[in-house]
Each structure stands twice: as structure tokens, then as C-alpha cells.
């Protein structure tokens, strides 16, 4: 979920995981305008331009929009069925690699805690094992990297895995962009 605001020279978009509005956001980014050729951005970011982002207001926009908690699906409750399914049918597959990491960027994305443990007990593995298989999906180009933090995107490539994967007859919904 995303507000934007518009300072000065500069495009400030603000962040919010899936779910609802708790906090401030998780990321802000700013960047000089489209049209801001020469203006205030040229010189870089300013101290009065970082006290004008309102975040007080983002948030009430970004609040607004935001489904109830009970709206948001946990991501395991939906897909890690059809991971173990595959797991259990497959073992470590593509298909597999690309559900694990759906669950794992849907989750990220919520802000959830500690949840490669929680991933492990729906899945019945050990943590290690799961991360070990995040690794792979990393490695076989399915999931981006985040920095040195819990998170990342699915590619194209996993979407066109899971594109293939008919998520009816595992027991799960197919997913939506």
C-alpha cells in the first residue's frame, strides 16, 4: 500500500505492508518530481524538506484504504497446502520452489515475525530446511533479495510457474498480482 506526496521538487512515497495500518511506514522513498527539471531538487534533499512529509496524513490515507484485519488471508492458511502438496508429491521442484516462495514474499510483506518457523510447521520441516529451500528459490532466480533483511519479490520466472500450477485441485486459490 502506497501514499504519495509531492514536496517541493520531490516525489515522497510512502510504504505500508499488506494488512492493516498499525504504524508509520515501512519504507519511504523520495525522489526529485518528474517535473522538477533544475528547482529545489537539484541542490538534494533538505532538512525542511524531510519535516514537510506528513506523516501523520499518509497515514490516515494509507489506513483508509487498508482492509480490516480480519480481511487480510495468512498466506499459509491459503498456499501452504498446496506447498505441501507439492512437496509431497514432487519433492523440491520448481513448482514447489515457486510456492514456497509465494508464501514466503506474501508473508514478508505483511510484516509477520519469525515466520520461516511457522512456514517449517505448516510444511512439516525443520526451519533449517526451509530456509535451505528459500535459498534455492533465491538461487534458481524465483525470489529477489532484500538487503540483509527478511522480505523479497516474487520474478517473473516464479510467476510463470505458478501461472502453470492449477491451485484449485491443491485446495488453495490461485493467486492474484
Do not use: C
Amino acid at each position: 500500500m502506497e501514499v504519495v506526496q509531492q514536496i517541493d521538487g520531490w516525489t515522497v512515497r510512502l510504504w505500508w505492508p499488506e494488512g492493516p495500518v498499525r504504524s508509520g511506514p515501512r519504507r519511504i522513498t523520495i525522489e526529485p518530481a518528474d517535473d522538477a527539471a533544475d528547482g529545489p531538487a537539484s541542490p538534494g534533499i533538505s532538512t525542511t524538506t524531510l519535516r514537510r512529509i506528513d506523516l501523520a496524513t499518509a497515514k490516515a490515507e494509507a489506513a483508509e484504504t487498508a482492509p480490516a484485519s480480519g480481511e487480510v488471508l495468512n498466506p499459509l492458511e491459503v498456499y501452504g497446502p498446496a506447498a505441501g502438496s507439492l512437496l509431497g508429491d514432487e519433492g523440491v521442484s520448481t513448482r514447489y520452489l515457486a510456492v514456497l516462495a509465494l508464501i514466503y514474499a506474501r508473508l514478508a510483506a505483511t510484516g509477520s515475525q519469525a515466520f520461516v518457523p511457522r512456514i517449517a510447521k505448516t510444511l512439516y520441516r525443520r526451519p533449517e530446511t526451509v530456509r535451505d529451500h528459500l535459498k534455492a528459490a533465491r538461487r534458481q532466480g524465483y525470489l529477489t533479495t532484500v538487503g540483509r533483511r527478511a522480505g523479497g519479490d516474487l520474478t517473473a520466472k516464479a510467476q510463470a510457474v505458478l501461472d502453470t500450477i492449477d491451485f484449485a485441485a491443491l485446495g488453495a486459490e490461485p493467486p492474484t498480482q
